[in-house]
């Protein structure tokens, strides 16, 4: 019998613990050639576990949000779990909102390596959970949050009344989604009530570690603004720009993140997942409740904030003081 590889075992907890596949279920494996190996890899464990299975290529998206081809889309409503290894983020896609809403459980890579994926799944899913959990319990009561840092970041925005999720690694019910490696409680900000600066100082979608090239965004009425900061800024702002639509530029996400094995790598996927970072993204909310429905979602992680819920110091220089 073949020795399972560390890949293996990933795959194998992604299949069993994080999704819970029962053996009358169906999963389909979505990738691209850029992440050939790892879904092939998720295929292949599937099979070995009994389970039917199908895997699917498409061509690499540009983009983040980027809806996938027709016929991939068409074939994800006819799953029971859905596992996309991808480049780019298949997550806040029209294609991954109506599998769920089918019934079909979804866990998406966007970004994944093999690094990532062997650290970020051998993590304890359950302790993981019991902090999503509670952390989205206390946001529920929150009506308005502050993030301030020590490099310069003060922003405030609304949370009154909105959808709570709970990115917790563990998608076992109908419809549930989220990535994988995970751990993370996020909303979408009430629109056009943010105001202020958020600095990304950790890492930027699309453009990985930040370093000492740190991202200012200004935001005003929930748009961001004016964004600087070097060449890494003007990455970022002409991204925004090749959208051609002004909602990109939307305040779409705060989420903070609860994975204690994760680390900052790089990988977007695992770096907004870093225990004592938060996380703001701009672009699509649609997959949050929201209404912008853009073809991008781009998040920055910043480290170290002081968070206040209603003035309640819930989070300081990255300890959560409420788990």
């Known amino acids: 019998m073949k020795r399972l590889s560390t890949m293996d075992k990933a795959s194998e907890i992604a299949l069993l613990t994080c999704m819970g596949v029962q053996k009358n279920e169906s999963v389909l494996v979505v990738s ?4 050939r190996e790892i879904g092939l890899n998720l295929f292949e464990n599937a099979q070995r576990l009994g389970f039917k299975s199908l895997y699917m290529e498409m061509p690499p998206n540009a983009l983040d949000g980027q809806e996938p081809p027709d016929e991939v889309a068409d074939m994800m409503k006819r799953f029971d779990v859905i596992l996309c290894p991808t480049s780019t983020s298949l997550t806040h896609t029209s294609a991954r909102r109506t599998a769920s809403g089918l019934g079909a459980r979804v866990a998406t890579f966007p970004g994944i390596t093999k690094e990532v994926m ?60 989220g990535n994988l490696p995970t751990g993370e409680t996020y909303l979408a900000p009430v629109e056009g009530t943010a105001n202020g600066k958020f600095i990304v100082d950790g890492s930027m979608a699309s453009l990985g570690l ?3 090239a740190m991202i200012n965004i200004e935001v005003n009425n929930g748009m961001a603004t004016v964004i600087s900061g070097g060449p890494i800024a003007k990455k970022l702002d002409s991204i925004l720009k090749n959208v051609k639509n002004p909602l ?3 305040i779409a996400e705060f989420g903070i993140g609860t994975n204690d094995k994760a680390k900052l790598s790089g990988v977007l996927l695992e770096d907004e997942k870093v225990m004592g970072t938060i996380h703001i993204a701009l672009g699509n909310n649609k997959s949050m409740g929201g209404t912008v429905d853009v073809p991008i979602h781009l998040d920055g992680v910043v480290t170290k904030p002081d968070v206040y819920m209603d003035d309640q110091l819930i989070m300081k220089n990255g300890k959560i003081l409420v788990l």
Do not use: P
């Open 248 to 250: 990109a530029y939307n």
């Open 210 to 212: 930040v370093k000492n």
């Open 32 to 35: 691209d050639y850029i992440k």
């Open 118 to 177: 062997i650290r970020g799944l051998n993590a304890d899913y359950k302790k993981i959970a019991d902090r999503c959990l509670k952390l989205k319990s206390i946001l529920e009561k929150g009506k308005h949050i502050r993030v301030t840092t020590k490099l310069g970041t003060d922003i405030s925005f609304s949370i009154a009344g909105q959808q709570v999720l709970a990115s917790k690694g563990l998608f076992h019910k109908r419809g549930e989604s």
